[in-house]
């Protein structure tokens, strides 16, 4: 029985080999053709890992200039409103000043009004002295 087994199992390495050297090349085609398939999957893969991770970047890259974005609009914001305050405050500097001179310009008119009506030589030494000319009566 040992002899008869060990003779199938002779014969069929015979089977296969010569099955093996009659279709060589269909076998090689087959064999590199399973090759070129993983190896497409595998690189499938890769570029697949490669998109997801660009992805996550670009993902990233926007994200981060959102934020700058809104940044910069809350401190145009604020700016604005720096300046605003400035501009109120100018314009109050401004009225303020604007009714100095104008208290100021009424005191001169009622001094000069007196000087004119009590002291009329007094007036005429501060307008030649004031604009360098000489009054002639």
């Known amino acids: 029985m040992m002899a008869s087994l060990g003779c199938e199992v002779l014969m ?3 089977a296969i ?7 060589w090349k269909a076998l090689a085609i087959v064999a590199l053709s399973l090759v070129v ?3 497409s999957r595998h690189d499938y893969s890769l570029m697949q890992k490669a998109y997801e991770t660009q ?3 670009y993902q990233a890259q926007i994200d981060g200039l959102k934020e700058i974005h809104k940044q910069e609009i809350r401190d145009k914001q604020l700016l604005m ?3 605003m305050e400035s501009i109120a405050a100018i314009e109050e500097e401004y009225e303020n000043a604007l009714q100095m001179i104008k208290q100021l310009r009424e005191d001169k008119q009622g001094q000069y009004k007196n000087k004119f009506n009590h ?3 007094q007036l005429i030494k501060d307008i ?3 604009f360098g000319i000489q009054y002639a009566p």
Do not use: G
Not at 17 to 23: A, Q, R, S
């Open 12 to 14: 069929t390495k015979t």
């Open 17 to 23: 080999l010569d099955f093996v050297l009659k279709n």
């Open 37 to 39: 398939a993983m190896k």
């Open 55 to 57: 992805n996550e970047s």
């Open 81 to 83: 409103e720096n300046h």
């Open 119 to 121: 002291d009329r030589e």
């Open 128 to 130: 030649e002295s004031k």
